[in-house]
C-alpha cells in the first residue's frame, strides 16, 4: 500500500534550537519528494523539491534529506525562530503521473 | 502574497444551497489545481486542470463540478453537499503540471462549513 508517513505528529522546541523531521514513505513507482511549510490558518509554502538522484537540498535554514533506498526523508530547521511554528508537510509524488500522497503532517511549535 | 487568491475565504452553506468557490492566480502557470484539507487528514487531491482541460479526477462525489474558463481562473461549484464535506479547500497553481516536478503555489484556502 503506498503510504507517507511522517513523525512526530507534534513537537515543541526552544527559539534557537535545531530540529529534525521525518517522512518515511512506500510510493512506488517514485518521481519526487517535497516539504511544505503550513502557517495556521494559510496554505502551504513550498520549501523543497528532490527527485530521487538528489540527497539533500537547502533552503536557507532548512535542508532536507533524502535516502531512496530505505525511502526515507528529514526535514533539519537550524537554529528555530517563532515564524518556524507550522505545520510542515511531507509529499512524495508517482512516477510520470500526476499522483501524489501527502503525510499528514508535523506540528512544530516554537517557544521563546 | 502567494499569487493565488481565493475568495471567498470563509462560507457557511445549507446542504441544500448550491455555491462556488474561486480561484485567481496571477503568475502565468499552465496548471491548476483543488485540493481537500480535512481536520486530522491528510490533503487530497481533487481536480488537476492544465492549460484548461481536466487530467485528473480523483474519485470525487458529483457534487464538486470544477470548471476552469482560462487558464488563470478555476471554479468549484458546490451543490447538495454533506456535513463531511466540511473542510478548508486549496487551490494551487505551476507552471506545468505535477510530473513536471515545478513547486506548487497555494492560496489560502476557503474554510467551508456545511449546516
Known amino acids: 500500500k503506498n503510504q507517507v508517513e511522517q513523525s512526530p505528529q507534534s513537537l515543541i522546541i526552544l527559539e534557537g534550537k535545531n530540529c529534525t523531521l521525518q517522512c518515511n514513505y512506500t510510493v512506488s513507482p517514485f518521481s519526487n519528494l517535497r516539504w511544505y511549510k503550513q502557517d495556521t490558518g494559510r496554505g502551504p509554502v513550498s520549501l523543497t523539491i528532490?527527485?530521487?538522484?538528489?540527497n539533500t537540498k537547502s533552503n536557507g535554514r532548512y535542508t532536507a534529506t533524502l535516502d531512496a533506498d530505505t525511502k526515507q526523508s528529514s526535514l533539519h530547521i537550524t537554529a528555530s525562530q517563532l515564524s518556524d511554528s507550522a505545520s510542515y508537510i511531507c509529499v512524495v509524488i508517482f512516477y510520470n503521473t500526476d499522483k501524489l500522497i501527502f503525510g499528514t503532517g508535523t506540528r512544530l511549535q516554537v517557544f521563546p | 502574497e502567494t499569487g493565488v487568491t481565493q475568495t471567498p475565504r470563509h462560507l457557511v452553506m445549507g446542504m441544500t444551497n448550491k455555491k462556488s468557490l474561486k480561484c485567481e492566480q496571477h503568475l502565468g502557470h499552465n496548471a491548476m489545481y483543488w485540493y481537500k484539507q480535512s481536520a486530522k487528514k491528510p490533503l487530497e487531491l481533487m481536480f488537476v486542470y492544465s492549460l484548461e482541460e481536466r487530467v485528473e479526477n480523483n474519485s470525487v462525489p458529483s457534487r464538486f463540478s470544477p470548471e476552469c474558463p482560462n487558464s488563470s481562473h478555476l471554479f468549484l461549484h458546490l451543490h447538495t453537499l454533506q456535513p463531511e464535506d466540511s473542510a478548508l479547500y486549496l487551490c494551487a497553481s505551476s507552471q506545468d503540471r505535477i510530473l513536471s516536478n515545478q513547486p506548487q503555489h497555494f492560496g489560502d484556502g476557503t474554510r467551508l462549513s456545511i449546516l
Open positions: 528532490m527527485t530521487f538522484s538528489e
